[in-house]
């Protein structure tokens, strides 16, 4: 809930829309083309509906969450799948919720409501977010008798409007055509038939339950009112009339309190009735006749990342091994001119990848490059190591390929001839050919590298800046144009810089001020918003570095973002066959003036972290970062994301610190959620972008990270990934 405070605390420089190119290693640049933003959006909707459902989806509740009209039920969706649900009230409630299947039993949902007239005697509507945990304890047996069983936590980190807890069973009876729950209710789903807490024979702190203390209350997880209070019971069931058809009958313990005192709601009876209709494998329409009186729209649909819809991919087929010929031989000599550089870079280019240098020892040659058009590192590197077969003089028997990112070395593969050309059709080829090539880290080895002409990159682009949650207009936006350009004057050193000229927006029209007792790092951002005249976004000197085996450097001077500029130090040790990974990191930081120009406030500050990253399986990772922030805070930030094979991401964080819940203001504590789509995902075309967006429900000056690109940790992960063998089945692709 939003009463007070800036909606600054929604635009946050991590709060939006990007489109990522990984152009020599380019980290995601945040000044998106918002037609293409769009483009991808509705593409992703569509690749949605042909995507074809591996398992069977059960059908989501009017919270979001697997279950019946209201009322949850045990299953759970299947590993991974994504859903988006949305439905209106005729009382005039709206919710929508985005359900991700964490594991095969954890589920986490956010929510975003809207109740009309619901504050302050119904002149003030609520827009309400809030967070879900459930865990399934126990799968259903089809075999026997058992159900699954789960319990769940409702609401339970937002304005507790939703708040409840609850424990249910399911159980799939006449040939699955008939699903029934049981459950028992607390909390809001605890308050209409109820009964003393069957848990208070444990203790008798379970007989009631806290109440909430308003907005001091929002953001923090109570857990003293867990399972506390009056208890009810709820019964649920499904019947799947025919392969499209659901019908829902329910018997709510939900009394509807609040929206009864406050919203004059009509609650005649528990019992809710609904109906599901599928729409193909993925979509799903409902209508329901919630407690006698009021009807509710809903619809849903669900996808799963592991699942693309073009799984294979429609790259061009790849350039089959070569063993040189006599033309290639009496073309490069000793080593290899000008025409002959030329010649194995344009074949290189075509295969989506550049060519950085090339040596020859003997006969040994040593390659280097960079992968400027694969999402699959070994997919560019199996790319390459034909290329370098069919144009390589027939004397050379090893390819050693050095492979870069950013201008920093990072790996080196190596294959023989005789390598190439038995393991080109090999039943198990391309586990084969990562032993074989046995990937090892490149710093300190001898340079190859050409020294490259003065490399000068522009565009000129299109623009989307939106800004989420503001209480009095929840979707803001800007639109105008952008002009970008990146030049690299010596080998390592990159200079860039991005320049907006806002055309139309009314982010800068919101009025709400910071009531923040913090350095306002953050929650006077939409100040900067309100300038239309031409603004710089960045401008930046980046240097990158390989101190030494399994250090990577960077160091950074300028402008980072909107915000903020100074100084950046970066340090990574990341053993390439290790599943971890320790950083540290080191900002001065000065706050610029807000017309977006060279000038600074008074405020600065020495801001910096250790970070630990772990790769823990099945596609998580694990990322701790501990340090200071830029409102002269100390304390940590914890973020998990899983990432499919595919590079789909899906993740969380949450943030720390030394400052009290009270003088961080609403919402306790900076939180968000993590959402990355690669664009070859959708199109099934080899491409290096993609759309990320970070749903941060609100935030404060509390916890607040400098923005800084080309972290190293990112910058590097999908090449030392690769070096570890990730995706070494597309290799020969």
Aim: aromatic fraction near 10%; proline fraction near 6%; glycine fraction near 12%.
């Amino acid at each position: 809930m939003w009463l007070y405070g800036p909606p600054a605390y929604v635009v946050s420089p991590v709060s939006k829309f990007c489109f990522q190119k990984n152009y020599n290693g380019a980290a995601c640049v945040p000044l998106a083309s918002w037609t293409r933003m769009a483009a991808l959006g509705l593409s992703l909707l569509l690749a949605a509906a042909k995507a074809r459902a591996e398992d069977t989806v059960p059908g989501l509740s009017l919270y979001g969450v697997p279950g019946h009209v209201e009322m949850p039920s045990a299953e759970a969706l299947p590993d991974g799948t994504l859903a988006v649900s949305l439905n209106h009230h005729a009382g005039g409630v709206i919710r929508s919720n985005l359900v991700f299947q964490i594991t095969p039993r954890i589920t986490g949902v956010f929510r975003y409501s809207y109740f009309e007239d619901y504050l302050s005697g119904g002149r003030l509507s609520l827009y309400d977010r809030s967070f879900d945990f459930r865990y399934q304890i126990m799968a259903e047996d089809p075999d026997s008798w058992r159900p699954s069983l789960a319990f769940g936590l409702q609401d339970f980190g937002g304005t507790g409007v939703f708040g409840a807890e609850y424990l249910v069973a399911s159980k799939h009876l006449a040939d699955d055509r008939l699903l029934v729950s049981a459950g028992l209710g607390w909390g809001r789903f605890g308050s209409y038939g109820s009964f003393r807490n069957p848990l208070a024979v444990l203790s008798d702190r379970f007989e009631e339950r806290p109440g909430r203390e308003g907005m001091s209350d929002t953001g923090k997880i109570k857990v003293d009112r867990f399972f506390r209070g009056d208890a009810a019971a709820f019964l649920a069931l499904d019947w799947r009339a025919t392969e499209k058809l659901t019908l829902s009958l329910e018997y709510s313990s939900d009394a509807m309190t609040a929206e009864v005192e406050r919203m004059d709601f009509d609650h005649r009876t528990p019992i809710n009735i609904g109906l599901k209709y599928r729409l193909g494998d993925t979509g799903t329409l409902g209508a329901s006749l919630l407690y006698g009186s009021t009807l509710a729209l809903s619809f849903s649909s669900t996808l799963n990342p592991a699942r693309p819809p073009a799984p294979s991919g429609h790259e061009a087929a790849p350039p089959a091994i070569g063993r040189g010929s006599a033309a290639a031989a009496a073309s490069w000599g000793p080593q290899p001119d000008a025409a002959a550089q030329d010649s194995l870079a344009a074949a290189l280019k075509a295969q989506g990848v550049t060519l950085d240098g090339v040596m020859i020892e003997g006969d040994t040659a040593v390659v280097a490059i960079t992968n400027t058009g694969w999402p699959v590192t070994a997919q560019a590197w199996g790319r390459s190591f034909r290329v370098l077969s069919r144009t390589l003089p027939p004397e050379i028997r090893e390819i050693r390929l050095r492979s870069h990112i950013r201008d920093l070395p990072v790996s080196e593969m190596r294959l023989s001839r005789e390598d190439l050309e038995t393991l080109e059709y090999a039943p198990d080829g391309a586990w084969q050919a990562y032993v074989r090539a046995n990937p090892q880290d490149a710093a300190g080895l001898p340079d190859p590298r050409m020294n490259r002409e003065d490399r000068l990159s522009w565009g000129l682009s299109p623009y989307g800046q939106p800004a989420f949650f503001d209480p009095d207009s929840p979707l803001r936006l800007d639109v105008g144009a952008q002009l970008t350009a990146e030049w690299m004057p010596v080998r390592g050193l990159y200079i860039s810089g991005g320049v907006r000229q806002k055309l139309a927006g009314n982010i800068g029209d919101a009025s709400r001020r910071s009531d923040s007792v913090l350095p306002h790092v953050r929650s006077d951002l939409y100040l900067y918003y309100q300038n239309d005249d031409p603004a710089i976004s960045w401008l930046t000197a980046e240097y990158f570095g390989r101190p030494g085996s399994n250090l990577y450097s960077r160091a950074t001077v300028g402008l980072f973002e909107q915000m903020f500029g100074g100084v950046s130090g970066e340090l990574l040790w990341a053993p390439v066959d290790r599943p971890y990974a320790l950083g540290v990191e080191l900002n001065y930081a000065a706050q610029r003036d807000v017309d977006g120009l060279f000038g600074f406030q008074d405020y600065e500050v020495l801001t910096g972290h250790v970070s630990g990253y772990l790769e823990m399986g099945n596609g998580f990772t694990g990322q701790l970062d501990v340090g200071r922030y830029l409102a002269g805070d100390w304390g940590g930030t914890l973020t998990v994301i899983r990432r499919f094979g595919n590079g789909f991401e899906v993740g969380g964080f949450m943030t720390l610190t030394d400052v009290s819940f009270d003088d961080f203001g609403e919402g306790a504590f900076d939180k968000g959620i993590i959402l990355n789509v690669p664009l070859n995902w959708v199109i099934g075309m080899p491409a290096q972008r993609e759309a990320g967006l970070v749903i941060r429900p609100i935030q404060r000056d509390g916890g607040a990270r400098l923005s800084v690109r080309n972290r190293l940790y990112e910058l590097t992960r999908d090449e030392r990934n690769a070096a570890s063998g990730a995706r070494w089945g597309r290799f020969w692709r």
